[in-house]
């Protein structure tokens, strides 16, 4: 079955610094999608950036960047120019390929991210 | 806004008692997944329907069920509450279940068991 492992239940940041959140995950299977969720104080589930593994290229949304590492199964969030709304709690998420068992999204536990200003 | 709605927001009952959680999809969107997110266990996905037809399941009780419409709208019941059951249920939608399509995620039923 497949686990995602985020090993940092907290974090902070100063405004306007770099920040990293880390991730992996232990799948068998060769293709799959990979995604970073976030959710502020007010519970919405907000979709912040997605990585196919079969592409190479690290996903990148305005300040929001990762670092995929395939062979290592590991799949960061980098949060450039911290701003206080980044504050929330960050999930990574897996998800099997088109034609897998399912479709379902698998969670890690999260991290609680704070901004300080 | 997600485009995915869910109602109640709030629901408070007592042990024993049955609710119905309430989701409308994005428009266009087929597939509906539904999620628990409790301190304990975590965000945890239930099951899963794909234009009326449940496609995939998870950790779901017995007591809870689902289904989905023929509009598409989904609901998910759950029956003889338990305290443990108290928690944040999301309902999320996608566009088609086989495609690189993301979750789009309602605002979550906050269920409290007294």
């Known amino acids: 079955a497949q686990t995602v492992t985020q090993s940092q239940p907290e974090m902070s940041v100063q405004e306007a610094e770099t920040v990293t959140l880390s991730c992996t995950y232990d799948?068998?299977?060769?293709?799959?999608?990979l995604f970073w969720y976030k959710q502020p104080p007010s519970r919405q589930m907000i979709l912040v950036i997605r990585?196919?593994?079969?592409?190479?290229q690290n996903a990148t949304e305005n300040r929001f960047s990762v670092n995929f590492q395939k062979a290592a199964k590991s799949f960061s969030l980098k949060i450039s120019d911290s701003q206080l709304g980044d504050a929330a709690m960050y999930f990574c998420?897996?998800?099997?390929?088109?034609?897998?068992?399912?479709?379902?999204?698998?969670f890690g536990k999260g991290t609680l991210l704070t901004v300080n200003p | 806004d997600s485009g995915v709605t869910q109602t109640p927001k709030h629901l408070i009952t007592a042990t024993g008692q049955r609710v119905t959680l309430r989701c409308s999809p994005r428009?266009?969107?087929?597939?509906v997944y539904w999620y628990q997110q409790s301190l304990d266990q975590g965000l945890q996905f239930l099951i899963q329907?794909?234009?009326?037809?449940?496609?995939a399941k998870g950790n779901i009780l017995e007591r809870f069920s689902a289904q989905q419409f023929p509009d598409l709208h989904s609901e998910l019941n759950l029956s003889s509450l338990e305290l443990g059951d108290s928690a944040l249920y999301f309902c999320?939608?996608?566009?088609?279940?086989?495609?690189?399509?993301?979750?789009?995620f309602g605002d979550g039923t906050r269920l409290s068991i007294l």
């Open positions: 999320a939608s996608s566009v088609h279940s086989g495609l690189n399509q993301p979750q789009h």
């Open positions: 799948t068998s299977e060769s293709d799959y999608y």
């Open positions: 990585q196919e593994a079969y592409k190479q």
């Open positions: 998420a897996y998800r099997a390929t088109p034609g897998g068992s399912n479709y379902k999204l698998t």
């Open positions: 428009s266009g969107d087929l597939s």
């Open positions: 329907y794909y234009n009326g037809e449940e496609r």
